[in-house]
């Protein structure tokens, strides 16, 4: 079972990792793809260098240049975990989360892949 496990965070805020969750997190990353439980992983850009492409009713298509003030918490990044379970999903998630200690306000949302495997595997 493939999971994707998103993290939520608040760009308000400006906070940018440590160099010590920096090399925790790569601990962590290298650990579970040696497992086979990480398929893929990374941090997202800043939605000020994103681009919102929107289709609407009619076939009106609008492109929107980041960043959104209207959102408050946006995706910071992913995982995509091959577990074998919705619980072993959130468990690895839990991980992820405790990697960032205490100074951190941020949450992942985990929902499970549906549909054919596309691409290659590792």
Request: hydrophobic share 35%.
């Amino acid at each position: 079972m493939r999971f994707l496990s998103m993290i939520r965070i608040d760009e308000t805020t400006g906070q940018v990792p440590s160099e010590q969750l920096m090399a925790d997190m790569g601990k962590l990353i290298e650990e579970l793809t040696r497992t086979g439980q990480l398929v893929s992983t990374t941090g997202l850009r800043p939605t000020s260098e994103g681009v919102r492409v929107r289709l609407r009713r009619g076939g009106r298509l609008t492109v929107l240049d980041g960043p959104f003030t209207e959102t408050k918490e946006v995706i910071g990044g992913y995982a995509i975990l091959e577990v074998q379970s919705k619980e072993e999903a959130v468990d690895l998630t839990r991980r992820f989360l405790e990697v960032h200690g205490t100074d951190w306000d941020v949450e992942c949302e985990v929902r499970q892949l549906d549909g054919p495997e596309l691409g290659c595997k590792p």
